[in-house]
Nanobody
């Protein structure tokens, strides 16, 4: 089984940065992605960024492209989401997900508990 634990959320002012971490345990299947999703109050969950386990393929939502970067440290069993130039619209609970495909929410089998990101203007 895969267990995911997010950390690194918090409150920042617009223009600031945060780095989210997702520690994962269990087997990592090579032909799959890990991803970050987010959900704001009153909104549906949306895909933010996804990274294939080979590291050769990644996807970003247009709203974060150029500002966010997804990466992985295999030695530490950790997935990261570096968030720069944060905007109030980025305020949401951010979830780590594993064993899925791209930014297709329905394909992911494992989810973390979420970490809150709040961006004030």
């Amino acid at each position: 089984q895969v267990q995911l634990v997010e950390s690194g959320g918090g409150s920042v002012q617009a223009g600031g940065s945060l780095r989210l971490s997702c520690a994962h345990s269990g087997n990592i299947v090579d032909n799959s992605y890990m991803a970050w999703f987010r959900q704001a109050p009153g909104k549906e969950r949306e895909g933010v960024a996804a990274l294939h386990n080979t590291g050769h393929s990644s996807f970003y939502a247009e709203s974060v492209n150029g500002r966010f970067s997804i990466s992985r440290d295999n030695a530490k069993n950790t997935l990261y989401l570096q968030m720069n130039s944060l905007k109030p619209e980025d305020t949401a609970i951010y979830y780590c997900a594993a064993l899925g495909s791209g930014l297709r929410e329905a394909t992911y089998m494992y989810w973390g508990q979420g970490t809150q990101v709040t961006v004030s203007s």
